[in-house]
């Protein structure tokens, strides 16, 4: 079963179309890595999984039923630009939220959270007097509380210290566990490698990667070779393997055309310069990423 | 609708749990009634020091009828009767010759005395002030003090002057003062409600006196608690949303309530706050009025109408105040936003007073049928002892109640739009469209 299904779902803002005939289908009990550039569409398409925008056409179903209006007591939300009520204590903060989501306070699973999070010492304390990082996980835990079904975060890790960072990354693993479904917007690629059993990229409002990690990889994975030699202009137009060249410091980065084997590469290198390191890799999602958004920000500026 | 309760629940014990909130709702009546109580406090204060006022009397008909009046009323109301103590200044009138030779450099004289304080204030009669007809200019009377539009000496004087110059005119047509010794005994006339017959018992009631107190003060301070309980609520909506979309709490709200369940928690929570203070204030009323003896005074026809008016305005001013703050970025579109957005609220305060003196104009009428003021100017001109046609209240409840209906509905469909809206204010145009088609 899948906890999302997205239909040709389009969304403008006056003449700005924001997320373009989108389909994305989200199973139960993944954990979802939604990743792109900024203002690429992200948090409309998560607005509009919760509700919080309708799309202007398209349809959207979140646990198999389309619901237009009405929040949905199962979905947690954590924005990316968050805030809280500054007077108010931490648990009563929580207790509100809890009720909020499912119509009475859940004292169990808030101090449940707390105790998660060492913070039943701050239960009483007030949420401006909290440090940072500790009002990001009173944030967190406000999303979670009650147990949704689904739950879309939106950079949920940003500005947290590797400590509190290592708390929440394994929070959110054992709610998977759980068989809660997680939606993740990050920039940190990866992060959503690591975390996420599928991903899509959006980008200019319209999706360009959808499916696993590995299978991203595996398709958009011209193999790359990392190269020091001695200096001197290399002519690249005389190997044919070498599909694009990024020049580092001291070193090139080649991307291979789709085929190219390595070895002839290297034999063919080796002829014509003094090769000092020759290293073959699959590219990283952080590479596929970065390519797909210079491809596009190409494309855009000869349209 | 729990979502909505929930909301509520949060907005009410924000609201009324805080020492903000306790001590406004008892110092509000007091700042806000500060220049009455002012002025009862220094009503008291009065200055006692006697004043010494030089008399210059070109015509000799007044001076000594203006001398036996002063020591009259020092006799009679200088001092309290049972207490001793001095109430008023006494007034020490003093006869001048008139300087036949320089007048100007008598008058220059005399102000000098003025200024150094040895004289209170000069008078001058002008010799023909019997016959003001035969010669205007020499019938002035001038009175000359440091302050003497605002003298109570200068208030006080016109009065045995005029009648010394009345008997004096008299006397000249040949009629003497014991022939009529009340011929200008003043009556007063006093304010009385109309007579009516008691439906349940057939008789006849006899009017009610009307005074100052129910005329003015009534109404001024049911009117007073009414736009204390709206400022204490409604007003400040605007700012309370601005600061929860811009310190990023909106959103996380919208994540588990819809935008108009989000804001009518706020509307409702706002109701709440002030019912509570309305209660409040209705009862400490009660209290003070019969133990002071004066519970005659309190409005008790009105109070089921002041809570419905107030009920209705709150729902119409906080749904449009939440909206508007719902399109501000920052604490400068909010301020930009809440002159224009305060206007309709406080319009009606300028005008308390001419309505209140004609409670039954067209000005009074209409403006209490237009929804925004109908809170206020119906609820002063109910007050005011004039009364109003029944149907009136009905119909401004009625429109009032069909357009705060209209007011929830339109700022639920601006609010849903503003609240996640980012960058520049929206321009009216814009508001308007996104009120018409959400």
């Not at chain 1, 409002?205 to 790359?224: C, F, N, Q, W, Y």
């Not at chain 2, 009323?73 to 006869?95: C, F, H, M, W």
């Not at chain 2, 003298?151 to 014991?178: F, K, S, V």
């Not at chain 2, 119909?395 to 357009?403: E, F, R, T, W």
């Amino acid at each position: 079963m899948n906890a999302v299904d997205i239909t040709q779902a389009t969304k403008a803002f006056g003449k700005t179309v924001a997320v373009r005939d989108l389909d994305l289908e989200i199973p139960a009990g993944s954990i979802f890595g939604l990743i792109g550039p900024n203002g690429s569409g992200k948090t409309t398409t998560m607005r509009m999984i919760l509700n919080i925008l309708y799309p202007d056409s398209g349809v959207i179903r979140v646990f198999e039923t389309e619901r237009t209006g009405p929040r949905l007591a199962d979905v947690g939300y954590l924005p990316e630009e968050r805030g809280l009520y500054r007077k108010m204590k931490v648990r009563d903060l929580l207790m509100f939220f809890s009720e909020l989501r499912t119509g009475k306070p859940n004292p169990l699973d808030v101090d449940g959270w707390l105790e998660t999070f060492a913070m039943t010492g701050h239960s009483k304390a007030t949420i401006e007097s909290l440090s940072k990082g500790m009002s990001q996980k009173v944030q967190f835990i406000a999303s979670v509380v009650s147990r949704p079904r689904l739950v879309v975060m939106d950079e949920p890790f940003s500005g947290l210290d590797p400590v509190n960072f290592e708390i929440m990354r394994t929070a959110i693993l054992d709610l998977r566990r759980e068989g809660t479904t997680i939606i993740l917007s990050t920039h940190d690629m990866a992060l959503a490698e690591s975390l996420c059993e599928r991903l899509c990229m959006i980008h200019l409002g319209v999706k360009v990667l959808d499916g696993t990690p590995e299978a991203i990889r595996t398709a958009h994975g011209s193999e790359m070779v990392l190269l020091e030699c001695a200096e001197g202009t290399v002519p690249w137009e005389a190997f044919p393997e070498v599909k694009d060249v990024h020049e580092r410091a001291s070193s090139y980065e080649l991307t291979l055309n789709s085929g190219a084997d390595p070895q002839q590469l290297l034999a063919a290198l080796i002829q014509r310069v003094r090769v000092h390191r020759f290293e073959v890799s699959r590219p990283s999602l952080h590479d596929i990423f970065v390519r797909i958004v210079r491809r596009e920000g190409k494309e855009a500026a000869h349209a | 609708m729990r979502r909505i309760r929930t909301l509520i629940k949060r907005e009410y014990i924000a609201a009324v749990k805080t020492k903000g909130f306790v001590i406004g709702l008892l110092l509000a009546p007091v700042i806000f009634g500060g220049s009455g109580i002012a002025m009862a406090i220094f009503a008291g204060h009065v200055d006692t020091t006697d004043k010494k006022i030089a008399i210059i009397d070109h015509s000799g008909a007044v001076v000594q009828a203006l001398l036996d009046a002063a020591e009259q009323r020092n006799a009679e109301q200088v001092y309290d009767k049972e207490t001793g103590d001095k109430i008023s200044p006494a007034y020490v009138l003093l006869r001048i010759e008139p300087d036949p030779h320089d007048p100007e450099l008598q008058r220059l004289a005399l102000s000098d005395q003025v200024r150094d304080g040895t004289l209170h204030a000069f008078i001058e009669i002008g010799p023909s002030v019997l016959h003001p007809d035969r010669d205007s200019a020499g019938a002035r009377v001038s009175y000359h003090s440091k302050n003497p539009a605002a003298d109570e000496t200068r208030r006080w004087i016109a009065n045995p002057l005029n009648e010394q110059l009345r008997w004096e005119r008299l006397q000249e047509a040949g009629i003497e003062q014991t022939e009529v010794p009340d011929l200008f005994d003043w009556v007063s006339v006093d304010g009385l409600s109309l007579v009516s017959r008691d439906e349940a018992s057939g008789e006849v009631q006899e009017a009610k006196r009307k005074d100052e107190i129910e005329a003015f003060i009534v109404p001024l301070i049911t009117a007073g608690f009414m736009i204390l309980l709206m400022m204490m609520s409604a007003a400040p909506m605007l700012g309370a949303v601005m600061e929860e979309k811009t310190q990023r709490v909106a959103e996380l709200v919208l994540g588990l309530a819809t935008p108009f369940e989000f804001m009518m928690g706020k509307v409702i929570g706002a109701l709440a706050v002030s019912l509570t203070g309305g209660i409040f204030y209705l009862v400490a009323a009660v209290l003070m009025l019969s133990t002071l003896g004066a519970f005659g005074y309190f409005p008790l026809h009105v109070i089921p109408w002041f809570f419905a008016f107030l009920i209705l305005g709150i729902v119409f001013f906080s749904a449009m105040y939440a909206a508007l703050g719902s399109v501000c970025n920052d604490a400068k579109d909010a301020q930009q936003l809440t002159f224009p957005a305060m206007l309709p609220f406080l319009l009606p305060m300028f005008l308390l007073v001419p309505i209140l003196r004609a409670p039954l104009a067209p000005l009074a009428t209409v403006m209490s049928l237009i929804p925004p003021f109908t809170p206020l100017v119906m609820l002063l001109r109910m007050t005011s002892p004039e009364g109003i046609p029944a149907w009136q209240p009905w119909a401004g409840l009625a429109l009032l109640a069909i357009s705060s209906i209209l007011s929830v509905w339109l700022s639920g469909r601006i609010f849903r739009m503003g609240i996640l809206s980012v960058g520049k204010l929206p321009k009216f145009r814009q508001l308007v469209k996104w009120a018409v088609r959400g």
